[in-house]
């Protein structure tokens, strides 16, 4: 079973490092266009919003981790979504017996893999399971800092969690571009104005400052998809205010301190 699995993580690690390493480098073999008009659509689609560079990208270092066996079982968690979406395209939107021989072998191959890796999963299989950085305590989890505006967030965990936030800001506004990145980035209004009040509560002032750059924020994405529009010299200004004022808020979170902070003696 051993020898079994061995063969099948190099196979299949090689066929997705040298698909990746196709994409960006070789031109070996092309990209499959479509043949069914919505297969066409999507692949259009994927092509215009830059996914698809963000897919091979994932398929070239994680076939290259996979090849070489570090953090394989990772690797195939994280190549997963990606053969499922591959799946999808070429069996039940493009309908080419070839494509979908060669996506369905990937699919079984990726999830066979990942059925002998089963205990590496095991953690994050069961029902409330912490994930990376999450504490049992529920301070840090993904909920208390991202969903639930009750309670407080200090200092520290606010500026961890403001940097995994701009990080997602960054790769929807620089690397996936286009409308449907314009709505992923206005979705993430919302944990940020949750991450943003439990820091308030903490410092020891109302959520309801938060109005002000909510407000502005949403007025700027409607602007930016094109939903509303104020005049040219508006429509350049209000997206610039509410990234000032959104600006201000974040940094004034990193810097102020909370009522813990403030109570604290001070050390003679």
Known sequence: MKQLVLVGRLIFGAWILANGANYFFFSLWPMPPGHEALAIQLMS????????????AIQLVM???????????????????????????????????????????????NGL????YVEYYRGALQRHAQMLGESSGGRTSF????????????????????????????????IVTGRNAQWCL???VFPAVILHARR???????????????????????IWLGIVSLGARFDAAVPLIALAVSAGFALWG????GQAEAEAPVAA
């Open 143 to 174: 909920d208390s800092l991202f969903v639930n505006p009750d309670g407080r967030t200090s200092r520290g965990q606010f500026a961890a969690a403001l940097i995994t936030l701009l990080a997602v800001v960054v790769l929807y506004a620089f």
């Open 113 to 116: 893999l990942m059925l002998a």
């Open 254 to 257: 990193c810097i102020g301190r």
């Open 200 to 222: 308030l509560h903490d410092m020891g002032y109302s959520a309801w400052l938060l109005l002000a750059p909510a407000v502005l924020m949403i007025a700027a994405f409607a």
């Open 186 to 188: 206005l979705v993430l």
């Open 45 to 56: 689609a994927l092509v215009h919003s830059r996914l698809l560079d963000v897919a091979m």
């Open 63 to 109: 076939g290259a981790l996979i090849l070489t066996g570090f953090y394989v079982p990772v690797a195939l968690c994280v190549v997963m979504p990606i053969s499922t979406c591959a799946l999808y395209w070429s069996v039940i939107l493009d309908h080419q017996p070839l494509g979908a021989v060669l996506t369905l072998t990937t699919f079984a191959v």
